[in-house]
């Protein structure tokens, strides 16, 4: 505990916990809001069941001093809204966990045993304002009370964001917000006398977005304007933040009746010239296999974004996995190249979304951007991208009278057209074909083709994204990990407090810089972190860079690892401190 | 414009069987595109797989031979994507109402202003004769050593059950008739399937040429296509099939006309790109000032 | 039998919303078993995903609980590899006539003697609020902020226009109705679809149980199912919609009565074996004798 | 050449080459059925368009003393029927090769160059006994006389064979077999002096089967029963067989709507008690990739025949390659496990199609027969399996009261129960599960599933099949292949005369048994030969038996390797013996 206290004074981390629809999204909206508003860091993780109404869900917040974005086990403060969410996270609560509830009702199920609720009618409270309905505010107001926001800022907010509303509700809020922020400031006394938060004045030009509207955003500077693809958590997010942008940009969003009809509609989008994409979960990318191939064939632009959830089959819907990744290294038939991003930060899910599209347009290849569901909701406020510099350039030629499509080249890689856009005619086959595109049989020709589509390899490999390197290549340990697992290993690092644990975080998966085994030259010991049973990255190092991992840490219960079971494990590694 | 000009190459190969249905169906269709004038270069021929998917190389204009089954979801993208272009899909009875079906269901929900011809030889001709969904009950093959027993899908009932925007049949036993329902189909504006009967010399031997002249007729002169119920009543037939348009929608946009991007010009997406000022718009949204934090999250 | 031997547990935790129309389907499709006395260990209930296709979970039954989309499939196969079992199909209108479009029209087609009850609730419930295919013209949601622009999916229609052996329309806001209608369709020999309206209390405002109670009706007592031109005319009117027997299609072999295997003897496939003795001919059909060779290879 | 015409002498390469639909297909089975009663050797193979009439096909038949099973670019005799013919093999074309055909039909398009045609009027001989029909017999006739088959067995054979179609047809037919017998012989005295092909009396009591038919026998034998699939080449010709068994055979057999009915449909037939199967192409498997993980999280045994053809997406669809290897290891979102077979004889064929489903069976998992379009095609005599001892035992239990279909065991696998078979109840789900099979999210029994699912792997590893050496580990040339190459590289291997060429040819692919790497032990060198582009094979032993082999032979051109062509690369590897 003593290590503890001593964290606990520049950061919390609060936790929402309730059924689904009992409005925990609501508090959660707010209180972030409001934190970005007063200047503070803060993170949000969401885990939830799959069901619409019910069950236990939550939402933990963490605010904190320095930037820190992943996921704790650890709570400090909690609102259980009922007592099946008590339940629900039991085992992350210690005797330093503030738990704020209504005694009453926590205690309906029978005795809440050894846990210490400090009783705080918020209903009883909101009612005093004005009803019921102001709960959420009240809680909301004890987090304002705590960290001491300034008054001017909430009610000013509340005032915008209630305006709508009419003054009766505004007024309401803010009392409610006033009736929390008392108990927070008492608590501030009793419990949290060292409680000390820095605020960041830079944090204003930040921005909140989860991952799913990261990727979206991404997409959209990448100049995607159309998106087909079929609802699928966890990826749905992705795709109706991207309907819904069509009010503004010049984007097509059509929800396809099948997987299938996604990825074939997306490929069509491309051959007339659009910027096609498809959003999807491992199993809905399951049904875009023989698409890919196809894209493979067509040399077709193509972007992917596959958000992994635990499987197989349907799995468990709403939870996180790193399962997917092999299947999507060899998914479709035949033999033809791709680029697998794998981003592991916000920031990461906006610049590799929008590269995607360009690698795609350039290399006439399918690019995937894989996620997680842990990922695409994870949220936090970061730096408001620069996309001053951004062109969408399309890579597409007028053709000519005598334009062939898959004429040879040396990169392997032919100037695309597009029907409509000059003289020519531009003729994609599924089938082996000629340069013009036609059907052929001619068996040279075959083994040519297959060399174009495979020489762009090459350059790819060249242009590949180096993993990114925390700490020294001569280390202790090197915790080498990918996709979303990079914030969390790399808090876990800093929480370990030793220098002699260095970070790997892969963001691009396949294929690999040809300088990848350098990497691992200087560390003593090496362990490699994945969100799955089977080590599926160690398989691609081994087999793409020749490196064999043999120490790995697994999780594939549906939950992302947390900083603590991190750190424990990245210590069991590392041993003792020389 | 002379047809000529839409032969693709001075020695075409074309891999179809001597006899073949499908030799008139291209032929037909190529006077049908020249009398219509057709500018080639805006012209997409869409495809799956399958004999009758093997049509477009043997066109003069933009090929998109994409997969088994999926020729409609290309289709109806690349028209939407570029208004411009005319978007003409060949297919067969297996690639449209077998591997396609769903497609072939949403499709005509969607209503693109694509033209959809179905070359329906009632068997599976590329992979040597299996049953196709359009095989009459009965129907001995390889596969099917006892024959058929799964009833023969109605494609233009179904169709019409859909609220298709154009609905005909065709039979290339008569191509005078089959050239002026095409041209029909391809100036509709929606959806417009032609179910086109074609015999396949090498694996139908029960529905050849003279089948299905003895088992055709053409609708009456009189016959309204705006009434849905009778369509359907007519597509129904089978002692004789009945051929011509069936059925002629309410008029109702289209899938293309209807997106949101348009409505802001005319201009296909190649020829736009993200707005910076747009983005930035949407980037100041996203810094938690009320009330777009609720509303996009 | 008491409707309680259904429950599958003591305590079962459902997870539906408090309200959701599909409290009554599940109620109702017990009540309809317990009144035929089904035997439940011969009882399989086969679905894909979706609310609707949860169901499986809360009834004490054999289950099959597959892939979105992919409960038709399963669902033939195992009536055929079985006949003894009573199969029953819990849908959702996304997974039926979405993403298992193609399977839809394909197992009509092929007519199995199961049951196929599709929760009809115009929107895409699991995942939190997407157009479905029978979702109507302008509704709005996350996914379609501008509304939905396709032509809803007409069920009924499409299973007329495909011959269905039985096709019905049932709403939930009358569960005893409901009722007679389920009973009536497990019975029925041969393919039957129920296409059940279900209110979703939380995903569709448009379409609530006051909206179907005043959106329909049921076809009059002297109704004759047996006219299929007429029950697609019926399938059409949507200002209200009519409710009951839409369709009985002709009497037709089953699909699993036309398999060769049931010709010789009705045992189910997993109680019969590879008889060596056919094995040992086949292979002797194989030494290259005459005449099999050109037959066989 | 003086080494060939020493090889001449026990054994012909006989070539048809010609149009789709001209009949080289009934002067196949007459000749083969004749080699069989004559008691000859053979072996078959085809390569052809993918087109129903026209184009140039060719089938080989090679006769000969020691059992020869593989692909020889040398002609002895090749048999053209059309000016196109000639060119599409004029590559293969010595001057050996024995060139047979009607000059006039040959020159028709212009002088066939430096290609010396004997002149062989075969429809005028054949209008001499009857008619143009009779051509294809004169052609068996020259071969017939060639070997000196015994007349009265060929006529025999031919009234057998035309028995229906009356006496007079008989009569034609035997006389056209002379006319061509005349021919033969006098080509024997004046061309093949030294000719000694060896009748070999054994072979009286072989089978005559192509691996489609193979497969599909293995497959009865294996219980299976129901089948339903789409057709794509190369695999249509197992469903056809198995829809023609149904007349005789207890099996169900339907041609699904698509490929995803067709898996979905047998994962249902499995549940049921019955025991599925589907057969398809690299792309039509991708259709399957998401009902596989269906069956991985059903833990519903499947067996999946995949015959490759050179892909992306339509690619050469009458072609072969070996291309989808990698897809099949990792199809399917998520992890669980399968087998994968890849037979490379047609007694493998039928063997591991039938063990595939003991394995699934036993397994509860997917088991793949990989093939390719070579392999389902070729054809040769062999032992006619003895298949008393088989037993397709059902391992299905008697389902009691409180029966759960996924009850934790040490193995982790589950007794399998069916509906109606007991007094329980079996309920499958394709959510994560509890061991009663429903739907849960409960963390912890997540974890324990994927162990479950997994665990079997380590019992699949010890019961996999190992590879089969010929020859020696200790040697100078470990010449490692997979799949349809094992006879042609073993044969490659012999025609090199060299005993230090060991070949190891793998006929499970995955899991690998644990001893894999000791195979490599003693080899000076090592090379691996894959028709494909990308070494995939040499991915899989890198990754589950860290064996890395360097060296490769690649060919994917859609054609087979040729016998020759590999002992030449087989030489330039192993260099100068020592
Ligand atoms: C996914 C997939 N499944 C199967 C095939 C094999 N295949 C190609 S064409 C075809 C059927 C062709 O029938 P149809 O569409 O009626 O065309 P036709 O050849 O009769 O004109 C099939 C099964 C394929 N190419 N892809
Ligand atoms: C291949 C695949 N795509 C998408 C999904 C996600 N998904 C699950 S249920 C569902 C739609 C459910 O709608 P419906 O069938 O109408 O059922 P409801 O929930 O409304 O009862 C979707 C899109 C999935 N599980 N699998
Ligand atoms: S097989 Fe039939 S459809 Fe195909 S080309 Fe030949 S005749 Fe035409
Ligand atoms: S979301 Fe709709 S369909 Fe799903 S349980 Fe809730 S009310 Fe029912
Ligand atoms: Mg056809
Ligand atoms: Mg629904």
């Known amino acids: ?578 | 414009m002379d047809v000529k000009e839409l032969e693709p190459f001075p020695e075409l190969d074309i891999a179809w069987c001597p006899g073949c249905g499908n030799f008139g169906i291209r032929k037909v269709l190529m006077q049908a595109l020249a009398e219509m004038e057709m500018d080639l270069t805006r012209l997409v021929l869409v495809s799956g797989i399958g004999q009758a998917a093997k049509l477009p190389h043997y066109v003069k204009a933009n090929v998109f031979n994409g997969l088994h089954g999926r020729a409609l979801p290309p289709a109806t993208a690349i028209k939407a994507a570029n208004p411009e272009l005319t978007v003409i899909v060949e297919s067969g009875d297996g690639d449209m109402y077998g591997e396609g079906g769903n497609h072939f269901m949403h499709t005509i929900r969607r209503n693109p202003d694509i033209t959809c011809f179905v070359h329906d030889n009632m068997v599976y001709g590329l992979t040597k004769g299996q049953a196709s969904p359009t095989s009459l009950e009965g129907f001995k093959t390889a596969m099917q050593p006892s024959g058929v027993i799964l009833e023969p899908f109605n494609p233009l009932a179904v169709a019409i059950a859909l609220d298709a925007s154009f609905v005909a049949r065709a039979s290339i036993s008569d191509s005078e008739q089959t050239k002026e329902i095409m041209k029909q189909a391809i100036n509709h504006k929606g959806f417009a399937l032609v179910d086109i009967f074609q015999p396949c010399v090498t694996f139908n031997k029960l529905n050849t040429f003279q089948w299905f002249k003895d088992h055709s007729y053409y609708l009456e002169e009189e016959y309204n296509p705006r009434d849905r119920v009778q369509a359907f009543q007519r597509a129904l037939e089978t002692d004789k099939y009945p051929l011509g348009v069936f059925y002629i929608g309410p008029e109702r946009p289209v899938f293309e006309e209807r997106q949101m991007v348009y409505t802001r010009g005319t201009d296909p997406l190649y020829r736009r790109s993200c707005s910076h000022e747009v983005m930035e718009n949407l980037l100041d949204a996203k810094m938690g000032n009320p009330p777009e934090v609720l509303q996009q999250r």
């Open chain 1, 1 to 578: 505990m003593p290590q503890n206290v001593q964290k606990k004074t520049d950061e919390l981390s609060v936790v929402l916990c309730g059924e689904a629809g009992q409005g925990i999204q609501t508090v959660e909206f707010l209180l972030t809001a409001l934190l970005k508003q007063c200047g503070y860091n803060f993170f949000s993780m969401k885990e939830y069941m799959s069901r619409v109404r019910g069950g236990s869900n939550s939402t933990e917040i963490r605010i904190s001093s320095r930037k820190v974005n992943a996921y704790v086990r650890r709570i400090d403060i909690l609102f259980p809204l009922t007592r099946a969410a008590l339940e629900h996270v039991r085992d992350r609560i210690t005797e330093d966990t503030l738990i704020l509830g209504e005694r009453e009702r926590l205690t309906s199920g029978g005795d809440t045993g050894d846990l210490k609720i400090v009783d705080t009618p918020f209903t009883a409270l909101a009612k005093e304002v004005g009803g019921a309905i102001y709960a959420n505010t009240v809680a909301v107001g004890i987090i304002a009370g705590l960290l001491q926001f300034e008054r001017d800022i909430t009610d000013h907010y509340l005032g915008e964001y209630f305006g709508k509303k009419g003054d009766q509700v505004i007024k309401n809020n803010i009392n409610a917000l006033s009736k929390g922020y008392e108990i927070g400031e008492r608590l501030r006394g009793e419990r949290y006398p060292n409680l000390d938060i820095r605020k960041n004045p830079e944090i204003f030009d930040d921005i909140i977005v989860n991952g799913a509207e990261a990727i979206g955003m991404g997409a959209l500077c990448g100049g995607c304007n159309f998106v087909s693809s079929y609802p699928m958590t966890p990826s749905t997010g992705i795709l109706t933040f991207l309907a819904q942008q069509a009010s503004r940009f010049d984007i097509i969003a059509e929800q396809a009746e099948d997987e299938i009809a996604a990825i074939n509609m997306a490929i069509g989008a491309w051959y007339a010239g659009a910027r096609g994409f498809v959003c999807t979960a491992g199993g809905g990318f399951a049904l875009m296999t023989e698409g890919l191939s196809l894209a493979g064939m067509l040399e077709s632009p193509m972007v992917l974004s596959v958000g992994q959830r635990p499987a197989p089959a349907t799995g468990l819907p709403t939870r996180t996995e790193q399962g997917d990744l092999q299947f999507v290294l060899h998914a479709g038939h035949g033999e033809f190249a791709r680029v697998v991003f794998a981003p592991g930060t916000l920031e990461d899910c906006f610049r590799l979304s929008r590269m995607a599209f360009d690698m795609a347009d350039r290399y006439q290849i399918p690019v995937f951007v894989l996620s997680d569901q842990y990922m695409v909701d994870c949220y936090y406020n970061f730096k408001r991208p620069d996309i001053s510099g951004f062109t969408a350039e399309n890579h597409i030629v007028r053709t000519g009278r005598d334009y062939k499509r898959y004429q040879f080249t040396e990169s392997g890689v032919s100037p695309r057209g597009i029907p409509g856009n000059g003289e020519g005619f531009v003729v994609l086959d599924s089938d082996e074909h000629t340069e013009e595109g036609h059907i052929t049989e001619n068996l040279d020709i075959r083994t040519r083709m297959v060399d174009k589509r495979l020489k762009r390899l090459d350059d790819l490999r060249r242009e590949a994204l180096e993993p990114e390197l925390s700490g020294e290549r001569d280390c202790r340990l090197m915790a080498v990990c990918w996709g979303s697992n990079a914030n969390i290993v790399r808090e876990a690092i800093e929480d370990s407090g030793r220098d002699d644990i260095s970070l790997l975080y892969f963001k691009q998966l396949y294929p690999l810089p040809a300088n990848t085994a350098d990497y691992f030259q200087g560390a003593e010991k090496t362990v490699l972190i994945e969100n799955n049973a089977t080590s599926q990255f160690g398989q691609v190092l081994r087999t793409e860079a020749g490196v064999n991992i043999e120490d790995t840490i697994h999780k594939y219960n549906g939950m992302p690892f947390s900083v603590e079971e991190m750190t424990d494990h990245l210590m069991a590694f590392a041993g003792r401190e020389d």
